[in-house]
């Protein structure tokens, strides 16, 4: 059974660089224009759809005429905790050390107040299987967090260092679950239609 997960649009807090965890920000302006030249492949059109429960995720599916859609909690971003609204960089630069041993833990990454990736995978787990036991096809509206945390248990990727595949994040990414809700090894980028 096939699972594909679509990233939100661009935000503001996006193209300067914020972490944005559970904040609830907008599309902005030029999020909503990429989605004007943007369409889903018509084979994905029959999956069930589910959504993150954040504006930046129900208003991508709504300007891409994804119905029905059905939100889902478990999707929403990785939580960030104290750090969110903050810019890697310059955290990066004030933490020094303390960030690199937090970062060299991977899956166990964990900002203060936040929630690991490998939470974030535990979270899921019940959906995967719900979906698996539907025998149905599925697609998501999602974050950057939650494709990266399902690769990770998909490819069996520990989250250190950098990714294995450069991620195209206006591409659905579509992976196989078996029929206990397990991912399988196995990772497909399908571009999205250019209208």
């Keep these: 059974m096939k699972l594909a997960l679509l990233r939100h649009a661009m935000t503001d807090w996006?193209?300067?660089?914020?972490?944005?965890?559970?904040?609830?920000?907008?599309?902005?302006d030029c999020?909503?224009?990429?989605?004007?030249?943007?369409?889903?492949?018509?084979?994905?059109?029959?999956?069930?759809?589910?959504?993150?429960?954040?504006?930046?995720a129900t208003q991508t599916a709504a300007l891409l005429a994804i119905a029905p859609l059905e939100i889902e909690a478990a999707l929403i971003e990785m939580s960030w905790g104290d750090w969110e609204g903050e810019i890697l960089k310059p955290l990066r630069k004030r933490l020094g050390d303390?960030?690199?041993?937090?970062?060299?833990?991977?899956?166990?990454?964990?900002?203060?107040?936040?929630?690991?990736?490998?939470?974030?995978?535990?979270r899921l787990q019940p959906l995967l299987?719900?979906?698996?036991?539907?025998?149905?096809?599925?697609?998501?509206?999602?974050?950057?967090?939650?494709?990266?945390?399902?690769?990770?248990?998909?490819?069996?990727?520990?989250?250190?260092?950098?990714?294995?595949?450069?991620?195209?994040w206006d591409a659905l990414h579509q992976f196989e679950l078996s029929p206990d809700g397990k991912l399988l090894n196995s990772y497909e980028s399908i571009p999205v239609i250019r209208t």
């Design 14 to 28: 996006n193209r300067a660089k914020r972490v944005q965890g559970r904040i609830d920000q907008p599309l902005s």
């Design 98 to 122: 303390e960030m690199r041993a937090n970062e060299s833990r991977g899956l166990d990454f964990r900002p203060p107040g936040g929630e690991s990736p490998r939470e974030v995978q535990a």
């Design 129 to 168: 299987q719900q979906i698996a036991a539907s025998g149905q096809d599925t697609a998501a509206v999602v974050h950057k967090g939650i494709i990266r945390c399902i690769y990770a248990l998909a490819c069996d990727w520990d989250m250190r260092g950098e990714s294995p595949v450069d991620f195209s």
């Design 31 to 56: 999020g909503r224009k990429q989605l004007d030249q943007l369409s889903i492949p018509s084979e994905f059109k029959a999956y069930r759809w589910y959504c993150s429960p954040l504006r930046r």
